[in-house]
């Protein structure tokens, strides 16, 4: 594996390890290395954020809220990109939150140095272009996957985007949080994990998923997986 000295923690942020020497050089000078324990907030509805993140480890879900208080994610973060890249991009608050859902760590830096960074650093702000434009093209996916896909399915694809983001293949998850995240009721997803449990794909018990089968699990999830794996898989290596 390729490692990178210079970067605090033995975990590596995939964006910051695409850019120049120098780049990271000036981003590392800003950062502080922080812990972020699951369900941490990393930045609320309507504000403007005061840091942004390049996770090293765990994920983040971009989590939209309804008027009634229900809640569906739409996005994932991990490793691969930064939280707060969007915020980057314009004046616009956004109505989504992000949401910690495992235990992670993080290089934090103020928004303020990010953004100083982002008008100075040309490989830096192509980078973060390239990551939300993927991020994007994910998200319009993932909204026609809430329409269009059924529970089985849909499960089935997050629990895969989970394991690639993670690295893990134990999950720590309540059936009423899947359901959050999935946007479906919770016996509707404890009867889709338990047809996948029932074909020997995942074990299932007491909050915890274990990933048995990955193949069996990519034949179980929708198309909507391949396509967005993709988008991340090439990420920061296409304009090479
Ligand atoms: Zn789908």
Request: aromatic residues 6%; contains cysteine; charged residues 20%.
């Amino acid at each position: 594996m390729i490692g990178n000295n210079s970067m605090p923690g033995s975990d590596r942020n995939l964006l910051l390890e695409a850019t120049s020497p120098a780049t990271r050089e000036y981003i590392l000078a800003r950062v502080k290395p922080v812990d972020l324990p699951l369900r941490t907030l990393l930045y609320h509805p309507e504000e403007f954020p005061q840091y942004a993140y390049f996770l090293t480890s765990g994920m983040t879900s971009i989590v939209s809220i309804m008027e009634d208080g229900r809640a569906v994610e739409s996005g994932m973060i991990g490793r691969e990109g930064i939280v707060g890249g969007l915020q980057l991009l314009g004046p616009a608050v956004g109505p989504s939150q992000c949401i910690m859902q495992s235990d992670g760590a993080a290089l934090r830096i103020a928004f303020a140095d990010l953004a100083r960074a982002y008008q100075t650093l040309p490989d830096l702000r192509n980078c973060i272009l390239e990551f939300e434009q993927a991020q994007a093209f994910s998200l319009i996916q993932i909204a026609g996957c809430h329409r269009m896909h059924e529970a089985e399915e849909r499960l089935s694809r997050w629990l895969l985007t989970v394991q690639d983001k993670t690295g893990n293949d134990l999950l720590e998850l309540t059936q009423e949080f899947l359901g959050e995240m999935l946007g479906s009721r919770r016996t509707t997803i404890t009867m889709a994990a338990g047809e996948l449990q029932r074909r020997g794909v995942i074990d299932y018990s007491r909050g915890r998923v274990r990933i048995l089968d990955r193949s069996g699990l990519e034949n179980a999830a929708c198309g909507c997986y391949p396509i967005v794996a993709r988008l991340y898989n090439g990420l920061y290596s296409r304009s090479a």
